[in-house]
Nanobody, 119 residues
């Protein structure tokens, strides 16, 4: 099993910044990628950003140029730097880790951290 613990959410005004952190522990050997998803009220969970073991990052179009994902592999921690926040970024943000297995993948999730952006 893999445990993911997020921190760094909160309330911020539009245009402000927040930095989310996610620390992984447990059976982390074989984790191929880590990332962040978010879910706003009444909406489906969506990918925000992910980074693989080679350091390649991908982003949702809505956050490109504003958010940056990074990973401290020795510390098994992934970060999401969020700048120029907008009210539309308000959501619960979930840390995700993926282990690719034969024929599929196994996803691990954190408990979520609330990000609220006010006008």
């Amino acid at each position: 099993q893999v445990q993911l613990v997020e921190s760094g959410g909160g309330l911020v005004q539009a245009g402000g910044s927040l930095r989310l952190s996610c620390a992984a522990s447990g059976s982390i050997f074989g984790i191929n990628a880590m990332g962040w998803y978010r879910q706003a009220p009444g909406k489906q969970r969506e990918l925000v950003a992910r980074i693989n073991n080679a350091g390649r990052a991908t982003y949702a179009n809505s956050v490109k140029g504003r958010f940056t994902i990074s990973r401290d592999k020795p510390q098994n921690t992934v970060f999401l730097q969020m700048n120029s926040l907008e009210p539309e970024d308000t959501a619960v943000y979930y840390c995700n880790a993926v282990r690719e297995v034969l024929g599929g993948r196994v996803d691990y999730w954190g408990q979520g951290t609330q990000v609220t952006v006010s006008l």
